[in-house]
């Protein structure tokens, strides 16, 4: 898997990451079933905290993409109904949308509307994180 970071991109790294493997996955350069490289040859290779692939592999986690085996590894998850994630993806634009065209409607630039998405999606992943904790 060759994976590129832009460090000036404005994009956060591991929405980066996150992108270079959904699309990986979706273009068949890696194949259900198979393992993802460590947290730490990733970090090495790309020059990064470990932290932020860890990150990255969470979040996929959380969406279905990847699945921890403890022990194992990160693998890329068995496949999805492509169907019903089409129409989950389509019905998240649509709520998406509305929410952008509110907060262009209030002048906020695109990097605003960016900073304002990623600041609420943070919470939410830190509270689903949480959650799983103290159960």
Same mark, same amino acid.
């Given at each position: 898997?060759? *994976? ?10 591991? *929405?980066?990451?996150?992108?270079? =493997? #959904? ?10 079933? /198979?393992?993802?490289?460590? =947290? ?7 020059? %990064? ?5 860890? +990150? ?8 279905? =993409?990847?699945?921890? +085996? ?6 890329? $998850? ?8 089409? $129409? ?7 709520? &998406? +949308?509305? $929410? %952008?065209? #509110?907060?262009?409607? *209030?002048? &906020?630039?695109?990097? /605003? *509307?960016? +900073?304002?998405? /990623?600041?609420? &999606? ?6 689903? $994180? ?6």
């Amino acid at each position: 898997m060759n *994976l590129r970071i832009n460090f000036s991109s404005g994009v956060p790294i591991y *929405l980066q990451l996150i992108e270079q =493997i #959904k699309h990986a996955v979706e273009t068949g350069a890696i194949r259900s079933g /198979e393992q993802l490289p460590t =947290i730490r040859s990733v970090a090495e290779e790309l020059t %990064m905290n470990p932290n932020t692939v860890a +990150r990255a592999y969470r979040e996929l986690e959380s969406e279905g =993409i990847v699945e921890v +085996r403890h022990g194992s590894g990160v693998f890329v $998850a068995g496949p999805q109904s492509s169907t019903a994630k089409t $129409a989950e993806i389509r019905k998240a634009g649509e709520v &998406l +949308r509305t $929410a %952008m065209e #509110k907060g262009m409607a *209030l002048d &906020l630039s695109k990097s /605003e *509307l960016r +900073r304002v998405f /990623e600041d609420e &999606l943070s919470r939410l992943q830190e509270k689903a $994180a949480a959650t799983r904790r103290r159960t």
